[in-house]
């Protein structure tokens, strides 16, 4: 009887051991079946982090979900279904997680598109805004109860945030407003230890932007490796990043070798931006 009870005690350590290691290890991913999104989740799995990934399309996330599953074989996938345009799959998908169970989120809103011709109406705003700021900040509202104290969110801006690009009127507005949300936010959680930071990339080279470039030196009659020095005259390092960049960032910021980082928001656009 006593050595029943020895290994029942024994039995019930070793599972809070491995379900704790396992809470330790998850990593919500927002928008994760995008380009960059998806290129966040391989970075991820491929340095052991277990997944919570989150999207819009069921199929779009099943998909990836048995990727990931399939080469990364010792990564736990869970997957919820989050659409930026109804809150209300945030309510939902918050319902389906344990609390203290997140490690940490990986904040991906949809790109803003606003019209580049003046000041837009006050309807176009409101449709944007819900969708690229609020509906994102309702993730870290619901989510934040799920996550672990000592842990970290790590929101993606976007370059404009610190740089003002004329190719972008109207839009630099909503990266920027990430970027002074995650002050507060940042002093918010504060007290139980958990880090906000923000990254705003330059052009990362993904499928999208290879593609693109391909076609422009098609139409220039170029090399793709002219049209990318081309482009890329502007940027101190004469290169895009790459998807590793972003998501050795990611991991850094999600790490504890960043444990006293906190509120910032860091360029990752080789130098591009002029601002101090």
Not at 176 to 201: C, D, M, Q, Y
Not at 247 to 256: K, P
Request: hydrophobic share 40%.
């Amino acid at each position: 009887m006593k050595r029943k009870i020895e290994m029942m005690i024994v039995l019930f350590l070793l599972s809070t051991f491995f379900s704790i290691a396992e809470a330790r290890n998850t990593i919500m991913v927002t928008a994760a079946t995008g380009a960059l999104g998806n290129a966040i989740c391989e970075q991820l799995a491929l340095e052991g982090y277990d997944l919570l990934i989150a999207g819009r399309n069921p199929e779009k996330i099943d998909d990836l979900k048995k990727m990931l599953t399939s080469k990364y074989q010792e990564v736990h996938v869970q997957s919820v279904i989050i659409d930026f345009s109804d809150t209300k799959t945030i309510e939902e998908a918050a319902k389906q997680v344990s609390p203290d169970s997140i490690k940490g989120i990986v904040l991906i809103g949809p790109r803003p598109l606003l019209s580049k011709n003046g000041i837009p109406d006050k309807s176009e705003w409101a449709k944007i805004f819900a969708e690229t700021f609020i509906a994102p900040l309702e993730v870290v509202r619901l989510f934040t109860p799920h996550l672990q104290d000592n842990s970290s969110i790590v929101v993606i801006s976007g370059n404009s945030s610190k740089n003002y690009m004329p190719s972008y009127p109207n839009t630099n507005v909503i990266r920027l407003a990430w970027t002074g949300e995650v002050k507060n936010l940042a002093h918010l959680f504060g007290g139980r230890k958990i880090r906000v930071n923000a990254i705003s990339p330059g052009v990362i080279l993904t499928r999208h932007h290879i593609e693109r470039i391909k076609t422009q030196a098609a139409s220039n009659n170029i090399t793709f490796e002219e049209q990318l020095a081309k482009e890329t005259a502007a940027v101190p390092l004469k290169s895009y990043g790459k998807t590793e960049d972003l998501g050795n960032l990611i991991s850094f910021l999600l790490s504890e070798k960043s444990a006293h980082l906190n509120g910032t928001n860091t360029l990752l656009d080789g130098g591009e931006s002029n601002a101090y």
